[in-house]
């Protein structure tokens, strides 16, 4: 079967960096997406990666290794408004997103 | 209106009840997607239209029905739902054509079966 996964939750302090890893195993790729959601709203787009290797994006960055079925989102510099949930999501070989439960991050003054 | 928008953002319905969900996308694309999004489990995959044709269910209830009479305009018709189908319920769009194209989600609505 496919299967995504994620931390349920994770918990760090402003200012500071966190790594939320995703590990997946699925029927064909063609990209992983990282998303944003914070509570009562809708998700956000982050990033994408589909070859192996970092993309920087500002304050977020994110890693890709295809050999290892591995994906982790970086955030530098925490603020309090990046207290949200961060879903891990793959695209298989019938170009369906598989998504990972997500997971909550808490951000300490 | 930009984006994507979903109504009504709350619903109470008995189970007897039948309801529409409504999803309108201004971004021009031409796929178009249901989620159900259940507390602490992966958002789940319900109706995929492509070019406005359905391609995928993923074997949802007959209970969920959906429509798309145009690109811009998707919905979910709802009936003789049960309790456990209470849920946030989300829209998507995209563009098919590119594996790389982010799908742009509605705020969802907020689905309680009593």
């Known amino acids: 079967g496919q299967n995504i996964d994620q931390p349920t939750e994770m918990t760090a302090t402003e200012g500071a960096i966190v790594q939320i890893n995703c590990t997946y195993q699925t029927s064909g790729f063609n990209g992983l997406f990282w998303y944003q959601q914070h509570a009562g709203e809708a998700p956000t787009f982050l990033s994408y990666?589909?070859l192996d290797g970092l993309e920087e994006k500002g304050r977020f960055s994110s890693f890709l290794s295809r050999s290892k079925g591995y994906s982790y989102l970086l955030l530098k510099e925490l603020q309090m408004k990046d207290s949200a949930s961060y879903l891990c999501?793959?695209?298989?070989?019938?170009?369906?997103?598989?998504w990972g439960a997500g997971t909550k991050l808490i951000i300490k003054p | 209106e930009t984006g994507v928008t979903q109504t009504p953002r709350h619903l109470v319905m008995g189970m007897t009840n039948k309801k529409s969900l409504k999803c309108e996308q201004h971004l021009g694309h031409n796929a178009m997607y249901w989620y159900k999004q259940s507390a602490k489990k992966p958002l789940e995959l319900m109706f995929v239209y492509s070019l406005e044709e359905r391609v995928e269910n993923n074997s949802v209830p007959s209970r969920f029905s959906p429509e798309c009479p145009n690109s811009s305009h998707l919905f979910l018709h709802l009936h003789t739902l049960q309790p456990e189908d209470s849920a946030l319920y989300l829209c998507a769009s995209s563009q098919a054509e590119a594996s790389s194209y982010e799908q742009y989600f509605g705020p969802g609505t907020r689905l309680t079966v009593t």
């Open positions: 999501a793959v695209m298989d070989s019938n170009y369906q997103l598989i």
């Open positions: 990666n589909v």
